[in-house]
T-cell receptor
Framework: DQQVKQNSPSLSVQEGRISILNCDYTNSMFDYFLWYKKYPAEGPTFLISISSIKDKNEDGRFTVFLNKSAKHLSLHIVPSQPGDSAVYFC?????????????FGTGTRLTIIP | DAGITQSPRHKVTETGTPVTLRCHQTENHRYMYWYRQDPGHGLRLIHYSYGVKDTDKGEVSDGYSVSRSKTEDFLLTLESATSSQTSVYFC?????????????FGPGTRLTVL
């Protein structure tokens, strides 16, 4: 039972354009969400997070949007750069669980085309 | 990188042999985690620790045990390795503030069980 779903295994975007990565969740107890970026042969790197009390959080080129009613979040990268080519994981946690454990999606491989 | 190291970084072993992976952190974090990453599954939690000698199971704990005898080290043991345990293993620590709650990952250990 996949509680966090990334339905697009891969995405290709032209350099300079917007990249939009999507994530859906099924557990209504999740209230904090994170995005990680992973290069080959390295550990995942934290990118940005959002609490369920917000619907948007920005950090430089990265913006995360949360739609609680749809149980959907998305990561926008503008403008996309070649160094953004990586696998992106969405993750969720719930304060009712003590926020001790993260549940991850299966990842989306983003390729930025020069 | 939150001061996390993992050893070994690569290991090849044979079915039925015991294997221990080590995670070491230098910043006195209370929470430590072990994940495995497999194609099509994202990152899945094996075990985690919330203090010295305090551990709990994750979603894929069968065949694995852990120990934490001091704050800085969290060991993952495969008592009798099987080919299904061929994977990349990541250790993580948790940092929490008023506004954020984030896990940071080590560089990973690639384990091959023949």
């Amino acid at each position: 039972d996949q509680q966090v779903k990334q339905n697009s295994p891969s995405l290709s975007v032209q350099e300079g354009r917007i990249s939009i990565l999507n994530c859906d969740y099924t557990n209504s107890m999740f209230d904090y969400f994170l995005w990680y970026k992973k290069y080959p042969a390295e550990g995942p790197t934290f990118l940005i997070s959002i609490s369920s009390i917000k619907d948007k959080n920005e950090d430089g080129r990265f913006t995360v949007f949360l739609n609680k009613s749809a149980k959907h979040l998305s990561l926008h990268i503008v403008p996309s750069q070649p160094g953004d080519s990586a696998v992106y994981f969405c993750a969720a946690m719930g304060s009712n669980f003590g926020n001790e454990k993260l549940t991850f999606g299966t990842g989306t491989r983003l390729t930025i085309i020069p | 990188d939150a001061g996390i190291t993992q050893s070994p970084r690569h290991k090849v072993t044979e079915t039925g042999t015991p294997v221990t992976l080590r995670c070491h952190q230098t910043e006195n974090h209370r929470y430590m985690y072990w994940y495995r990453q497999d194609p099509g599954h994202g990152l899945r939690l094996i075990h985690y620790s919330y203090g010295v000698k305090d551990t709990d199971k994750g979603e894929v704990s069968d065949g694995y045990s852990v120990s934490r005898s001091k704050t800085e080290d969290f060991l993952l043991t495969l008592e009798s390795a099987t080919s299904s345990q061929t994977s990349v293993y990541f250790c993580a620590i948790r940092t929490k503030s008023e506004s954020t709650d984030t896990q940071y990952f080590g560089p990973g250990t690639r384990l091959t069980v023949l």
